[in-house]
């Protein structure tokens, strides 16, 4: 089970950082994925941290901004948000998989909705100009 926490609303240029408590899972051999999804638009894939942290990755839009990282003793993953814009706006959710190495298959949609084995329910961000 997953558990995403920590959306609110901010103005352009502010932080938030998101959490994504997983069980079930052991230590850092599931990947997390960070997806979005704004109203009327498709869901896309955001962030991704593989199994075993062997790599990491990000969206296009979010290079620069945004970054993944995960606690195994606790069981979470990260995604930090940073220079927040209006176009950040969106449902955040979490999901995980066991054994993913290759992060990149969160930019193809909608095969990795269907990858992601475990979802988590979202959280509102909200980034207002």
């Known amino acids: 089970q997953l558990q995403a926490s920590g959306g609110g609303s901010v103005q352009t240029g502010g932080s938030l950082r998101l959490s994504c408590a997983a069980s079930?899972?052991?230590?850092?051999?599931?990947?997390v994925g960070w997806f979005r999804q704004a109203p009327g638009k498709e869901r896309e894939g955001v962030s991704c941290i593989s199994s075993s942290d062997v790599n990491t990755y990000y969206v296009e839009s979010v290079k620069g901004r945004f970054t993944i990282s995960r606690d195994s003793a606790k069981n979470a993953v990260y995604l930090q948000m940073n220079r927040l814009k209006p176009e950040d706006t969106a449902v955040y959710s979490c999901?995980?998989?066991?054994?993913?190495?290759?992060?990149?298959?969160?930019?193809?949609?909608?095969?990795?909705?269907?990858?992601?084995?475990?979802w988590g329910q979202g959280t509102q961000v909200t980034v207002s100009s």
């Open positions: 079930g899972y052991t230590s850092n051999g599931y990947a």
């Open positions: 999901a995980a998989v066991s054994g993913l190495l290759d992060c990149t298959i969160i930019d193809h949609q909608p095969i990795s909705t269907q990858i992601f084995q475990s």
